[in-house]
């Protein structure tokens, strides 16, 4: 390489080192190799910077770093029993946490301290031991090759000395030095690592809850020497009697306690093992049944009579399940109840009609899936004549009894007890209770429900928590039938209240019949006046029922023979049906506005469908065994195609509806069907408007 010329970068290295020599010597004055952009710097202020004095540069603005949490509340209020008032607590936790780790520390001074350090004493003698000690295996391999390097050595001296003399030397140092042994490693038995995953915790949440506090009542009260003398001896005179008692009992006696107290024991044994297979028991029973009426359960879901194609609009019921049981052998079907919610469930309700044949009453709940047996039985002392079942709470069962009193039974309660139950205190019926209604809760959100009987009275009774409280709404009155009595005193004939029904969107009205044949339209807000009075029937109203899709219109049915059917705004029937024979009850149909149903006492059922024949019944079928048996009463199914009539022998038949007796519109080419409440008032309303034609032409 020439002088005066070098690479490159030992150049800049050169020229760098230079330049920082020149500006330690000449401190802030610049060179003249130095770049244009080093020479002046200018200060570019941006628009937006506020133009501040020096006073107001100079002013300082302190901050104080406190060791406060801003993020903890400082609303925390808490109850105080002690003053009896909510109070705002002062100190709040400041403490936030960034990290915790789980450590374990262990003093020298500890047991556990000392058994470590010996532990790690032991480890490091053993090393050194491990380093001193030579295996004899070792000691021969050095020996073989010192005497193969000696005879390389002497090979070698043979040919150059200089070589040799060097490998003399080398051999004599590795003599001189002692040759380190290598280290062993050595198992440590107590160096073990810990293997583990760590799950995800779930986050833990606080779940308070704030109570009212337990009511306190003030007590005070004086102890004298002479009270509590008094309190030790009326207990040693009670301790005297009962040692007295045990003396005047004989050994028989004695005997025989302990014998009905083993007897308890083992019957309590006995039902605990009763109670352990019900529930398996009864879905055995289910099975058993389902085998035995196998084909009636396949008539009841698939069976349609083809023959009702050649009847000419006529039906036919076909009956499916007989339900009975040997305790309601003698007592007439007095009411019919389908459950709300469960379809299969209903309700029958035992009594007797006649009034020198009154004896107990059942209420008895039967499922399809078991007609072999009810799946409630509840009895009471006095005969049951009408029932209705909660549409919200399914498991209340309100009844009415023939010596005026009304009592709620609970299904989900096992004892046979009712829940609630009036007396002569609480304000129950004089005479039977002929029906009884559930109605929406009041304003509280209590339970009510209403009953009418032949004393007059139609009564609200409300639940409260462990009584019933009742409440008059109206008192009937027959009309002109008003005597004068002694000093001018006009006497009123109370009106024999028989059937009653609420209307299903205005929750005020309702309709009663009497014993008289008149049927009264009442309000619950009037109790002195009714809103209407119709001349029904000659002989007592057996039942009123509310159309369940026309708001004007009801039906009511009496012992006079007749079925009629009426628009609440006319006083006069729009349609009536003579049957030949007292009529027990009525129902409407839930999935036509046209077609109801009537039981006589004769033993018949009758299916009426207005749509298709206005003038007499579609069906006209006996469905008692034996023609002395009087039906009392009928119910339509909500769901399925089947109705349940009662007798007066305690019998309940289901019977299943043909086709013509529950005939839709007919599809027609291109054109949608149409269904729903509109179609039902629409199809009713065109029959109640060729009748009122036909009344205002005459």
């Avoid at 532990?119 to 000690?133: C, F, G, I, M, P």
């Avoid at 062993?184 to 160096?191: A, D």
Wanted: proline residues 5%.
């Amino acid at each position: 390489m020439r002088p005066g010329w070098c690479l490159p970068g030992f150049q800049s290295i050169s020229v760098g080192r230079g330049t920082r020599k020149r500006d330690e010597d000449s401190g802030t004055e610049v060179g003249e190799g130095t770049d244009e952009w080093a020479q002046s710097k200018a200060t570019v202020r941006p628009p937006d910077q506020l133009e501040l004095t020096d006073a107001e540069l100079k002013e300082e603005f302190t901050r104080i770093l406190t060791a406060n949490n801003p993020h903890a509340p400082q609303n925390i209020v808490r109850y105080s029993f002690k003053e009896g008032t909510y109070k705002l607590i002062g100190v709040v936790n400041q403490l936030a946490v960034h990290f915790s780790q789980v450590g374990n520390l262990i003093p020298k001074d500890s047991d556990e301290g000392r058994r470590q350090h010996y532990r790690d004493e032991l480890a490091a003698s053993s090393q050194e031991s491990t380093k001193v000690v030579i295996s004899e295996t070792e000691i021969l391999e050095e020996e073989e090759e010192l005497k193969e390097t000696e005879a390389e050595t002497e090979a070698g001296s043979q040919t150059d000395m200089p070589v040799a003399e060097v490998a003399e030397k080398v051999t004599e140092e590795e003599f001189m030095t002692p040759k380190q042994p290598k280290e062993r490693k050595l198992t440590n038995k107590f160096n073990f690592s810990e293997r583990a995953s760590q799950t995800l915790n779930n986050p833990l949440r606080d779940r308070e809850c704030q109570m009212e506090p337990p009511p306190r009542t003030n007590f005070s009260a004086t102890a004298n020497q002479w009270e509590i003398y008094d309190a030790y001896v009326e207990e040693l005179e009670k301790q005297e009697k009962t040692k007295e008692k045990e003396k005047a009992k004989t050994p028989v006696a004695k005997k025989m306690g302990k014998m009905a107290m083993r007897k308890m024991t083992s019957m309590e044994s006995q039902s605990d093992d009763i109670t352990k297979v019900t529930q398996a028991a009864k879905i055995v029973e289910r099975m058993v049944n389902q085998n035995t009426y196998d084909d009636v359960a396949q008539d009841f879901k698939y069976y349609e009579d083809a023959a009702d194609e050649y009847r000419d609009q006529e039906g036919t019921l076909l009956p499916l399940w007989k339900f009975q049981n040997d305790k309601a052998k003698r007592l007439a079907v007095t009411a019919l109840c389908w459950n709300p919610k469960y379809n299969d469930l209903f309700a029958v309700g035992h009594g007797s009609y006649d009034f020198m044949k009154q004896s107990q009453g059942m209420l008895l709940l039967y499922s399809m899936k078991n007609p072999s047996f009810p799946e409630y039985i509840f009895s009471s002392e006095s005969g049951i004549m009408c029932l209705d079942m909660h549409v919200d709470h399914p498991y209340l069962v309100v009844v009415g009894h023939y010596d005026g009193n009304v009592a709620i039974y609970n299904l989900k309660k096992p004892h046979s007890q009712p829940s609630f139950r009036s007396s002569a205190k609480s304000g129950k019926h004089t005479d039977p209770v002929w029906q009884v209604r559930w109605q929406k809760d009041d304003m509280d959100n209590n339970l009510n429900f209403f009953s009418v009987s032949s004393d007059g009275r139609i009564v609200s009774w409300t639940l409260l928590k462990s009584e019933l409280v009742h409440t008059d709404v109206i008192k009937l009155k027959a009309e002109g039938s008003t005597t004068d009595g002694l000093d001018g005193l006009q006497l009123h004939t109370m009106g024999c209240g028989t059937a009653f029904d609420f209307h299903k969107e205005i929750d005020y009205m309702f309709l009663v019949g009497t014993e008289e044949g008149k049927i009264y339209k009442c309000s619950k807000s009037y109790s002195s006046k009714f809103l209407d009075t119709y001349d029904a029937h000659n002989m007592a109203v057996d039942a009123v029922s509310w159309s369940p899709y026309h708001t004007k219109v009801f039906m009511s049915c009496s012992s006079d023979w007749t079925v009629k059917i009426w628009d609440h705004t006319i006083k006069t029937p729009m349609f009536i049906y003579d049957l030949n024979s007292a009529v027990g009850d009525v129902a409407w149909a839930p999935y036509s506005s046209t077609v109801f149903a009537a039981v006589t006492t004769n033993g018949k059922t009758h299916v009426f469908d207005l749509s298709i024949n206005k003038y007499e019944a579609i069906c006209s079928q006996p469905v008692v065994t034996k023609k002395k048996n009087k039906i009392t009463h009928v119910q339509f199914n909500p769901i399925h195609p089947i109705i349940i009539v009662g007798d007066d022998r305690g019998h309940v038949i289901c019977l299943k509806l043909s086709p013509n007796l529950r005939k839709m519109p007919k599809e027609k080419k291109g054109q949608e069907v149409q269904k729903g409440p509109a179609v039902e008032i629409a199809k009713l309303d065109k029959l109640l408007n060729l009748v009122r034609e036909v009344k205002t032409k005459t």
